[in-house]
């Protein structure tokens, strides 16, 4: 069984420092998801990464795939109330689209 | 991306009874999946939905507690069986557009049985 381990589980921070949430496995994936959710909704996309090493940016979110494929960061620069949520890596092995989730990081910023 | 509609958003049922939850797309999709969220925890892959055949169920999951039908290429349904307290938990779908696209989700279905 395909396993992603994902850390933090929890974290709560003061609005305006910097976080990086880890999620990590010792199987490869073709591509990785991460998805935030809030209350009451369903898991949005947030970015997806193909290839090893790749570096996304989406506003002050920063992610990364690592070289082997295997694991996966997020780092948030100068976090707002905004950012609050859970954040989720889902990882995509088989080429099938099947996706493997973490455990999932609960965010709070705190103003 | 695609607008996917879940119906009911939530449900409080009696332990015995069955509820089918649907998902509707506004457009024609590739491949449709159903997960599962219990209460503070991540996503289980439930099964695979499969257009004009059985679903391809995941380990732990079997079609008689969550029997899925997809009838075309923008609808399916999920049933929960028998229902007990276990099964309170969030029930997702999510699709797939074409190709090497990602999945999107559906808001959600938050179930409570008593």
């Known amino acids: 069984t395909q396993l992603l381990e994902q850390s933090p589980q929890f974290l709560s921070i003061q609005e305006g420092e910097n976080l990086t949430v880890y999620c990590n496995s010792s199987?490869?994936?073709?591509?990785l998801q991460w998805y935030r959710q809030e209350p009451g909704e369903g898991p949005v996309l947030l970015v997806t990464?193909?290839?090893?090493?790749e570096v996304k940016k989406l506003k002050r979110l920063t992610f990364q795939f690592g070289d082997a494929r295997k694991d996966s960061s997020l780092h948030i620069t100068a976090a707002q109330p905004g950012d609050t949520g859970l954040y989720l890596c889902?990882?995509?092995?088989?080429?099938?689209?099947?996706?493997?989730f973490g455990q999932g990081t609960r965010l709070t910023i705190n103003p | 991306s695609a607008v996917i509609s879940q119906k009911p958003s939530r449900d409080i049922c009696q332990r015995g009874t069955s509820l089918t939850i649907q998902c509707q797309v506004d457009?024609?999709?590739?491949?449709m999946f159903w997960y599962r969220q219990q209460p503070g925890q991540s996503l289980t892959l439930i099964a695979t939905?499969?257009?004009?055949?059985?679903?391809?169920?995941e380990s732990g999951f079997v079609i008689d507690k969550f029997p899925i039908s997809r009838p075309n290429l923008t609808f399916s349904t999920l049933t929960v069986s028998n229902m007990s307290p276990e099964d309170s938990s969030i029930y997702l779908c999510?699709?797939?557009?074409?190709?090497?696209?990602?999945?999107?989700f559906g808001d959600g279905t938050r179930l409570s049985i008593l």
């Open positions: 999510s699709v797939v557009t074409g190709g090497n696209q990602p999945q999107h």
């Open positions: 199987s490869v994936f073709s591509s």
């Open positions: 990464v193909v290839t090893g090493g």
């Open positions: 889902a990882g995509d092995s088989q080429g099938a689209q099947k996706l493997v």
């Open positions: 457009s024609q999709v590739t491949m």
């Open positions: 939905a499969n257009q004009g055949s059985e679903a391809t169920y």
